[in-house]
């Protein structure tokens, strides 16, 4: 039977209460949940700014695919979650996307009512083939 790893993260933040992913050797895929526009000591970064937390956030999501032996191209999947309240924050995330990746890889963008950390308006979840 398989063991899922879970990863924490040598570089970024560990005041937080889940692992950043989860390596599926059968599967030879990357797991990545929870990333967030977070500075290395745990303090939101460019407060509920959406572009500029979408930056960061995927600033931090190559931190921890990087520490796996992986790239922003190996993504295979990409969930956004915003909390805004206007439809067009959406856009704004998905134009955020473009100037990221050279190929933004297939991506959900999804509004919700809030998220975890004080002046959070991002998260991210992203599948990467190792």
């Known amino acids: 039977m398989a063991k899922v790893e879970l990863n924490g993260s040598d570089t970024l933040t560990t005041a937080i209460s889940h692992a950043y992913s989860a390596t599926v050797p059968a599967g030879a895929t990357l797991h990545v949940a929870g990333v967030a526009a977070r500075d290395v000591g745990g303090t939101t970064v460019a407060p ?6 979408i930056a960061s956030a995927i600033d931090n999501l190559a931190t921890i695919l990087g520490e796996r032996g992986a790239g922003l191209a190996d993504v295979a999947r990409l969930t956004v979650f915003v909390s805004e309240h206007l439809q067009v924050d959406l856009q704004v995330a ?5 100037g ?10 999804v509004g919700v009512s809030r998220l975890r950390y004080d002046d959070q308006v991002v998260e991210i979840e992203a599948i990467a083939a190792l």
């Open 48 to 53: 509920g700014d959406v572009q500029g937390q």
């Open 94 to 98: 998905e134009d955020a996307l473009t």
């Open 100 to 109: 990221l990746f050279e190929t933004v890889p297939p991506v959900s963008i």
